[in-house]
């Protein structure tokens, strides 16, 4: 039984709780006794929902920056919005299975000219040979047949929540429309009746569909401060940093030019019953003050559409790689005792350099060739593997590469051919 059909099976329990029913009578004790059995249903329906969902929430990272995200499937990695990557920027992924390596694909708004709001990345190595685990997705309408709630799968944290409206694209121009609830409309954004949320996270539905992605959107609600107490500014656009948020969904009245510019309706997110942060005090920044935070859940429909436009464009090239982060090892020796390591380096003689692998991604060619995490190369082509630079000089100039290693005390060689 899904969580949708025990609640209706609760409804008469809870009605039945307000007809006066005389105490110990058989009425009210087979109430006290359906009641608990009821929930303890529910809790083991909701149980296998979180136990299934772990995993949703991917992190991402590149050289600079860290997110979390959800995978689309097709190879493709959706996040908020990244600042400053340039499409074809390498990034990792991890996994409950392991590590992929990533490409960004770039970011987009909600309609051309926009601010972005979600950056997007596709795996680094052939979809057929590695990837991450596919979820089924929320059909359109989802609300119609399972209710409003759904539930948070933060990196740390599963939480309970509700949508309170669902909001609508127009296909034509990308502008709101009133609401997204049935089948044939076309959703974009599922607001959250939650004051904060980890962006990035995986939402799902009572079925444990995937319903979309959280963003955190900030949206101007006042002048904002630019100088000394008392002076003023010019109203901000609220732009943001991805991982705080974006006012996209908020600027749909004002900024569109329809009669909803002059009054709020139930379909803007700047509604009314939207926690506001009017608290001020002279330690808070001046550019944070009058900015109104909401939670919603960006579409996963919308996000597969989206994707599939940034796959046609085509990616610069990609540097020669074999899928791997090595680190060298070594161990230095006092000259007077070379079973014993000295600590201060302007006195010690090298010992054994040691180049141990740390990481290798999935689907890589290292990883189709046999290659395992901590194996310790020793050589490459019969050559002693003595720097860095010589490894990298071999991975971009030769089109095999023999390698030889030590596993757990064993020796063993085997070829890998970079890409």
């Known amino acids: 039984m899904r969580p949708a059909s025990i609640a209706l099976a609760l409804l008469p329990v809870s009605l039945a709780v307000l007809v006066p029913v005389a105490w110990g009578s ?12 009821a929930f303890v249903a529910l809790s083991r329906e909701l149980s296998t929902v ?3 969902g772990r995993g949703l929430t991917l992190a991402i990272r590149n050289s600079s920056q860290r997110r979390f995200g959800i995978y689309l499937g097709k190879g493709v990695v959706a996040a908020p919005y990244v600042d400053g990557i340039e499409r074809g920027a390498s990034a990792s992924l991890s996994t409950p299975a392991g590590t992929f390596g990533l490409r960004a694909l770039g970011s987009v708004g909600r309609a051309r000219q926009r601010k972005p709001v979600v950056t997007f990345f596709v795996l680094a190595n052939p979809v057929e040979l590695a990837e991450p685990d596919v979820r089924t997705a929320a059909p359109r309408g989802w609300r119609e047949d399972v209710g409003d709630m759904v539930l948070l799968f933060e990196p740390m944290n599963t939480r309970i929540a509700f949508v309170r409206q669902s909001i609508g694209l127009k296909a034509e121009d990308g502008q709101f429309s009133p609401q997204a609830r049935g089948p044939k409309d076309d959703p974009y954004m599922h607001m959250l009746a939650i004051p904060d949320g980890e962006a ?3 939402v799902v539905n009572a079925k444990g569909e995937v319903v979309g992605m959280v963003l955190r959107l900030e949206t101007p609600i006042g002048r904002r401060r630019s100088g000394p107490r008392g002076a003023t500014g010019n109203r901000s656009n609220g732009d943001g940093d991805g991982q705080n948020g974006n006012s996209e969904a908020g600027e749909a009245s004002e900024r569109e030019g329809t009669a909803e510019s002059s009054t709020k309706t139930s379909s803007d997110p700047e509604s009314s019953d939207t926690k506001r942060n009017d608290t001020k005090s002279d330690d808070e ?4 003050r009058d900015v109104r935070v909401t939670c919603g859940a960006i579409d996963i429909h919308w ?5 599939e ?3 046609k464009q085509p990616l610069p090239p990609a540097p020669r790689s074999i899928g791997i982060s090595i680190n060298l090892f070594q161990e230095r020796k006092a000259p007077g005792d070379p079973k014993k390591p000295d600590a201060r380096g302007d ?3 090298a010992a054994k350099k040691q180049f141990v692998v740390t990481h290798v991604l999935l689907g890589s060619p290292a990883s189709q060739s046999g290659v395992k995490l901590w194996d310790v190369w020793t050589s490459i082509d019969g050559e002693p593997l003595t720097s860095f630079e010589q490894l990298k000089a071999a991975i971009q100039g030769r089109e095999q590469l023999e390698v030889r290693y030590e596993r757990r005390g064993v020796a063993g060689t085997y070829s890998v051919k970079p890409r």
């Open 309 to 311: 436009h940034e796959l």
């Open 26 to 37: 058989p009425q009210r004790d087979a109430i006290r006794e359906a009641a608990p059995s």
């Open 50 to 52: 979180v136990r299934e």
């Open 285 to 288: 920044p001046a550019d944070r």
């Open 303 to 307: 996000l597969r559409a989206r994707a």
């Open 200 to 202: 990035g996270a995986a």
């Open 347 to 349: 006195t010690a003689e």
